[in-house]
Structures are given as structure tokens and as C-alpha cells.
């Protein structure tokens, strides 16, 4: 597979980039999403609080500190239509 086809996309139960080992989702993730679902927000942020309830729980179980507030701005706060 070459480089520029691999996408990025989250490594569980660690929630890091597979590519670029940055927090899921990471930048170019975020780009790549917002184009995905440009013709419909709503269907993103739903898609995106099913990831951050399992993100939540296996981070939780993994260091037993999944802060809430940082999932939701990590998930969610950046795909919310301005
Ligand atoms: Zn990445």
C-alpha cells in the first residue's frame, strides 16, 4: 500500500493515528472527515459521539483518566458547523 493511500485512522484501544501517531482524530483525519460528510454535519457529529463513547471507555480502562471534557473537544468541538 503506498504512503498516500494509507488513511488515518484510529488505532484501538489506544486512539492514536495509525499514520501519523498523532491523538485521534488527528489533523489531517479531521480535514478528511469534514469532506466525507461536508453534505451532512448532524450525521458527522453522530458518527463522531459513537467514536468518543468507545474512545472514552477503553482510554478509561487503559489509564483510568479519560477526561470527559478533553473527549468532547477532542470529538466533537471542532466539527460543530460555526
Ligand atoms: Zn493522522
Known amino acids: 500500500m503506498s504512503r498516500a493511500s494509507r488513511p488515518h485512522l484510529p488505532m484501538r484501544p489506544l486512539w492514536r493515528c495509525r499514520r501519523c501517531g498523532a491523538e485521534w482524530p488527528c489533523q489531517p483525519a479531521r480535514l478528511a472527515l469534514l469532506?466525507?460528510?461536508?453534505?451532512?454535519?448532524?450525521?458527522?457529529?453522530?458518527?463522531?459521539?459513537t467514536l468518543m463513547a468507545?474512545?472514552?471507555?477503553?482510554?478509561?480502562q487503559l489509564n483510568g483518566h479519560a477526561a470527559p471534557e478533553r473527549l468532547t473537544e477532542r470529538f466533537l468541538s471542532w466539527a460543530r458547523a460555526r
Do not use: H, P
Open 35 to 49: 469532506v466525507e460528510y461536508r453534505a451532512d454535519r448532524t450525521a458527522l457529529l453522530i458518527y463522531l459521539s
Open 54 to 60: 468507545e474512545a472514552g471507555e477503553q482510554l478509561s
